[in-house]
C-alpha cells in the first residue's frame, strides 16, 4: 500500500505542473487541430491527442506539453492495474478501480465529464465553446486522481477496521485461555504468605518476652502513711 501511495504522489506533483501550464496545452491542442482540419468536434480520446501528437504537431513547444498529457494517463493507468494487485477489495473499491479504468481507456469518449470544485480547470478556460471543445480532455485527469485517492482512502480505512477487529477478539480470548494457569499458582502463593506471617508474629512475641524489662516495685512506704 505504501508503494501505491507514493506512487500517486509522484503523479500528483507532475500533474500540478502540468495544470500549471494549461493554457499552453489547450493552445497546443489548436494548434494541432487547426493542421488536421479538425476545428468542430471536440477532443473527446486519449487517442485523438497522442493522433494530434503524432502525425499534426509540429511545434517543440507543443510536442512537450502533449506528451506530458498523455505520460500522465500512461502512468495512471500503470497504477490502476498496481491498485488491482493490492487488495482484492469489494464492491465500492472494485466500483472506483473500475470508473478508472473505463476513463483512462484510449478510446473513452470523456466528452461529457467535468470536474468540479475544488478544481478550476473548466473555469479557466475562456469561452464556452472553448469549454465544450476541452472540458473533458481538462477534467480527466483530476477526475481519475480524485478516484484513486478516495480507492487508497477507503482501502486504509477497510485494512485497519480488520485489523483493530482481530485485534478486540485476541484480547477478548486471551484471558479464557490463561484462565486455567492463572488460577492455581495462586492457591500457595497465599499459603507461604500466610505462614510467613504467623513466623513473623511468633518471631517478635518472643523477642518481646526475651527484651522486656522486669517491672520495678513501688518505694516502699510505713504502714498506716499514705
Known amino acids: 500500500m ?3 501511495v507514493e506512487a500517486l504522489r509522484k503523479i500528483e506533483h507532475n500533474y500540478k505542473l502540468f495544470q500549471q501550464q494549461q493554457f499552453s496545452f489547450v493552445r497546443a491542442l489548436e494548434h494541432t487541430r487547426e493542421e488536421a482540419h479538425d476545428l468542430i468536434r471536440p477532443v473527446s480520446s486519449i487517442t485523438q491527442v497522442q493522433c494530434y501528437k503524432d502525425h ?3 511545434n517543440s513547444t507543443d510536442r512537450r506539453i502533449l506528451n506530458m498529457f498523455i505520460s500522465i494517463c500512461n502512468d495512471l493507468r500503470n497504477l490502476c492495474q498496481k491498485l488491482e494487485t493490492v487488495h482484492p ?3 465500492v ?3 472506483l478501480l473500475e470508473k478508472c479504468k473505463v476513463l483512462l481507456n484510449d ?3 470523456f466528452t461529457a465529464i467535468r470536474a468540479t470544485y475544488p478544481h478550476g480547470v473548466v473555469n479557466y478556460l475562456s469561452l464556452e465553446e ?3 471543445r476541452y472540458g473533458g480532455v481538462v477534467s480527466l485527469i483530476p477526475i481519475v486522481i480524485d478516484s484513486m485517492t478516495e480507492w487508497i482512502t477507503y482501502m486504509k480505512r477497510h485494512v485497519l477496521y480488520k485489523v483493530s477487529r482481530g485485534r478486540g477478539m485476541s484480547k477478548k480470548e486471551t484471558p479464557i485461555s490463561q484462565t486455567p494457569s492463572a488460577v492455581h499458582p495462586a492457591a500457595p502463593t497465599s499459603v507461604s504468605n500466610k505462614q ?3 513466623l513473623q508474629e511468633k518471631d517478635f512475641q518472643t523477642y518481646l518476652a526475651e527484651n522486656q524489662r522486669p517491672q520495678q516495685k513501688a518505694p516502699w512506704r510505713p ?3 499514705h
Open 89 to 91: 477489495g469489494d464492491s
Open 93 to 95: 473499491s472494485n466500483g
Open 2 to 4: 505504501n508503494e501505491v
Open 196 to 198: 510467613t506471617v504467623q
Open 107 to 109: 478510446s473513452n469518449d
Open 130 to 132: 472553448a469549454r465544450h
Open 223 to 225: 504502714p498506716g502513711k
Open 56 to 58: 499534426h504537431c509540429y
